[in-house]
């Protein structure tokens, strides 16, 4: 234990010049890496943090484990972009080196004040006996980039009723005030919220719990985030510990959203209807929003989970964000659609328009490892609709619609090497309507697929062969009119 404690805690800056070159070398040869998604030169990324729009620049920082494809110690590594589709890589962006964040920068936010980002997290500590402290940490970003913590924690201590599991700050004005949700963990071992105000982002006031209906609804919540849109509130979080119920709640951690009346600071009282999963797929966990100068609201998850093991760690690095998603809410629904400026990506397209009757059918143009696709699927009377994907004789990935059940499945028992098989191959929900229309982001070992314009998304990592490049359409016991266009997407600079 303590030798793999010890690896999992070593710092980059111990790490030799030839060992990082040969881990890069290594993550490089890897089959399976992206295309246009945010992923780590080396080791392990998850959690986004720090989503923010400042000086002219989407910023965008990650939890990051350089050394490896494991969870340990965690910098802050940042990125930015002008458009929300080309990404530089920045580097670190916070080093765990301080007393309060000894055993690493764990998640966080970002705010603009006074002309400068301020970017509060939590910095985990361990004692001799390998207790775990948390801090809430404060840094702030000048114009130039330039990083500067304080030297002090802004919350040193756990309030009473609390466990350790305290973490992950998500920070937002209102009028002069500011505050900030943090995931929790009663002592009883069951999750929650709590609230703090601060006139500074220094000096911070413990308010009390977040009211929900919720009381006992899984373990620790993680990642909390609360916003206001479109005269809502919305409560997002990332539950650890739900039982699985009918479709719902399939892997080993969720995320997901509480949408109702805006929260009464005061009281903190939210009254709010049911959990809704965000993500359908396998592989969402940890989102972060943001508002930027558009005055949209973005969302960006990680595409991954965490005590999962994935291909890619033989290769030197795990995991990749999500694309960036805008918010809205329709119909009591929070609904998810891709940034329109990825449709600077696209290059040459083909179309198809057919009518498939109880036939699985490939088309001229429509093959290939990275492309957006989108399909309609009207008139219809067939029971199963469908494509396969990234496919090839004897590998596929599978995203259908029963309308007599009304569900979309998206399977990947056949995607070639198929992470943890424990929580199933198959994700489904419902979805109504005799029509239907399927927009994918297909990467090199990812999908991820709007379901009727942002109504439902599943977002899974996938590892096929690299000669898996079949697109199929098909219609089972019936016809359907099939409208189909196909971009092939430049790599993201």
């Given at each position: 234990?303590?030798?793999?404690?010890?690896?999992?805690?070593?710092?980059?800056?111990?790490?030799?010049?030839?060992?990082?070159?040969?881990?890069?070398?290594?993550?490089?040869?890897?089959?399976?890496?992206?295309?246009?998604?945010?992923?780590?030169?080396?080791?392990?990324?998850?959690?986004?943090?720090?989503?923010?729009?400042?000086?002219?620049?989407?910023?965008?920082?990650?939890?990051?484990?350089?050394?490896?494809?494991?969870?340990?110690?965690?910098?802050?590594?940042?990125?930015?972009?002008?458009?929300?589709?080309?990404?530089?890589?920045?580097?670190?962006?916070?080093?765990?080196?301080?007393?309060?964040?000894s055993h690493g920068a764990y998640s966080g936010s970002a705010i603009c004040h006074d002309g400068k980002l301020h970017l509060m997290y939590t910095g985990n500590t361990r004692d001799e006996n390998w207790v775990r402290h948390p801090y809430q940490c404060l840094a702030v970003m000048n114009e130039n980039g330039r990083i500067e913590k304080l030297q002090e924690p802004v919350i040193k201590e756990v309030p009473k009723g609390y466990t350790d599991h305290?973490?992950?700050?998500?920070?937002?004005?209102?009028?002069?005030?500011?505050?900030?949700?943090?995931?929790?963990?009663?002592?009883?071992?069951?999750?929650?919220?709590?609230?703090?105000?601060?006139?500074?982002?220094?000096?911070?006031?413990?308010?009390g719990e977040v009211q929900t209906n919720l009381k006992e609804f899984g373990f620790m919540w993680e990642c909390p985030d609360y916003f206001e849109l479109d005269?809502?509130?919305?409560?997002?979080?990332?539950?650890?510990?739900?039982?699985?119920?009918?479709?719902?709640?399939?892997?080993?951690?969720?995320?997901?959203?509480?949408?109702?009346?805006?929260?009464?600071?005061?009281?903190?009282?939210?009254?709010?209807?049911?959990f809704v999963e965000l993500d359908r797929g396998f592989d969402f966990y940890a989102p972060q929003t943001t508002i930027d100068h558009k005055g949209r609201r973005l969302l960006v998850g990680w595409m991954g989970l965490p005590e999962i093991e994935y291909p890619t760690d033989k290769d030197g690095w795990a995991h990749c964000l999500t694309l960036p998603r805008e918010l809205t809410v329709q119909n009591g629904k929070l609904i998810q659609c891709p940034v329109k400026e990825l449709e600077t990506l696209r290059q040459d397209s083909v179309n198809v328009k057919d009518i498939l009757d109880d036939e699985k059918k490939m088309y001229e143009g429509f093959?290939?490892?990275?492309?957006?696709?989108?399909?309609?699927?009207?008139?219809?009377?067939?029971?199963?609709?469908?494509?396969?994907?990234?496919?090839?004789?004897?590998?596929?990935?599978?995203?259908?619609?029963?309308?007599?059940?009304?569900?979309?499945?998206?399977?990947?028992?056949?995607?070639?090497?198929?992470?943890?098989?424990?929580?199933?191959?198959?994700?489904t929900c419902s979805v109504e309507g005799d029509t239907l229309k399927l927009h994918l982001f297909v990467d090199t070992s990812s999908?991820?697929?709007?379901?009727?314009?942002?109504?439902?998304?599943?977002?899974?990592?996938?590892?096929?062969?690299?000669?898996?490049?079949?697109?199929?359409?098909?219609?089972?016991?019936?016809?359907?009119?099939?409208?189909?266009t196909k971009y092939n997407l430049s790599t993201m600079n």
């Open positions: 234990m303590e030798c793999t404690r010890k690896q999992r805690y070593r710092r980059i800056e111990e790490a030799t010049k030839e060992e990082l070159n040969a881990l890069k070398e290594k993550v490089n040869k890897s089959i399976w890496r992206q295309k246009f998604h945010i992923q780590p030169v080396t080791g392990l990324l998850n959690d986004p943090n720090g989503f923010s729009y400042f000086n002219g620049e989407y910023h965008l920082f990650y939890q990051w484990f350089p050394l490896g494809p494991v969870h340990g110690l965690k910098y802050w590594y940042h990125t930015k972009s002008k458009d929300l589709v080309n990404w530089q890589n920045v580097g670190i962006g916070i080093k765990p080196n301080d007393y309060f964040d305290y973490r992950d700050p998500k920070v937002w004005k209102e009028n002069d005030t500011f505050y900030a949700v943090i995931g929790a963990q009663r002592e009883n071992k069951t999750g929650c919220i709590v609230l703090y105000s601060s006139p500074d982002l220094k000096n911070w006031t413990f308010e005269g809502k509130g919305v409560l997002i979080f990332s539950p650890q510990g739900l039982e699985p119920k009918g479709d719902q709640f399939q892997n080993i951690y969720q995320s997901g959203y509480l949408l109702g009346n805006t929260l009464d600071l005061k009281t903190k009282v939210f009254e709010h209807g049911e093959n290939g490892t990275t492309y957006e696709l989108i399909c309609e699927f009207t008139n219809m009377e067939a029971d199963e609709v469908g494509i396969e994907f990234r496919s090839c004789k004897d590998e596929k990935t599978v995203i259908s619609y029963n309308r007599k059940e009304q569900k979309v499945t998206l399977d990947r028992t056949h995607s070639g090497e198929v992470p943890a098989k424990e929580y199933g191959t198959t994700r999908v991820e697929i709007f379901i009727n314009d942002g109504v439902e998304v599943f977002t899974s990592r996938i590892f096929p062969r690299p000669e898996s490049t079949d697109i199929r359409f098909f219609a089972r016991n019936g016809k359907v009119t099939l409208d189909t």
